[in-house]
Nanobody, 124 residues
Framework: QVQLVESGGGLVQAGGSLRLSCAASGRTFSGNPMGWFRQAPGKEREFVAAISWSGGRTDYGSSVKGRFTISRDNTKNTVYLQMNSLKPEDTALYYC?????????????????WGQGTQVTVSS
């Protein structure tokens, strides 16, 4: 059983930056991927980024590629999402997720553990 807690959300103006954190506790799954997803009201849950927990492989959704960076600190069991050049359309509830099995994925249904989400609001 793994607990995930997101933090770092807030209100920023367009063009600004935020850094989200996802702290994992409980049983660890070294080598398994983690990801970030987001969901805005009335929209489908959207893939944002994924990272291999024990490796350096990353993957990004097309709407955030070049602006967002996913990273990890394996000494703290924490995954980060650095968000730069934020746009109003980035406004959403951002979720951290972890898989119980190996293999990076963009599919929410393949993730086994989820945080409660942290709100990111970008004003124009």
């Amino acid at each position: 059983q793994v607990q995930l807690v997101e933090s770092g959300g807030g209100l920023v103006q367009a063009g600004g930056s935020l850094r989200l954190s996802c702290a994992a506790s409980g049983r660890t799954f070294s080598g398994n991927p983690m990801g970030w997803f987001r969901q805005a009201p009335g929209k489908e849950r959207e893939f944002v980024a994924a990272i291999s927990w024990s490796g350096g492989r990353t993957d990004y959704g097309s709407s955030v590629k070049g602006r967002f960076t996913i990273s990890r600190d394996n000494t703290k069991n924490t995954v980060y999402l650095q968000m730069n050049s934020l746009k109003p359309e980035d406004t959403a509830l951002y979720y951290c997720a972890a898989r119980a099995y190996s293999g990076m994925s963009r599919t929410p249904e393949l993730y086994d553990y989820w945080g409660q989400g942290t709100q990111v609001t970008v004003s124009s």
